[in-house]
């Protein structure tokens, strides 16, 4: 997860790969983890943590999804993922067991 940045820093980002919705993740919702998972840089997002959902960009080469949250409403955190078997796959493929709306 990369360090905070100011609000808007990622999620105004303007590009086809870029968007406010991803499966059931809506921008400017609150959702809370319920099943811990790890992100691609190792960082365990523990049961209970919850976030301000901002925005996705997706980057296809390397099946690289990145959730673009706030902890604050103040400042927005990178949660990088990977849409492989072999890395995150498996939390993306089933989403809705990880995480719920609040």
């Not at 976030?51 to 296809?60: D, R």
């Not at 990145?66 to 993922?81: G, N, T, V």
């Amino acid at each position: 997860m990369y360090e905070p940045k100011e609000l808007g820093f990622w999620s105004n980002a303007k590009a086809p790969n870029c968007g406010s919705k991803h499966q059931f993740l809506i921008s400017g919702k609150k959702y809370r983890v319920i099943k811990e998972f790890t992100d691609y840089d190792r960082h365990i997002h523990p049961e209970g943590e919850e976030w301000l959902f901002l925005g996705y960009s997706f980057a296809p080469y390397d099946d690289g999804l990145s959730w673009l949250i706030s902890f604050d409403d103040k400042q927005e955190w990178h949660i990088p993922m990977q849409w492989r078997d072999d890395e995150q796959g498996k939390v993306l493929d089933a989403l809705e067991q990880f995480i719920q709306e609040i």
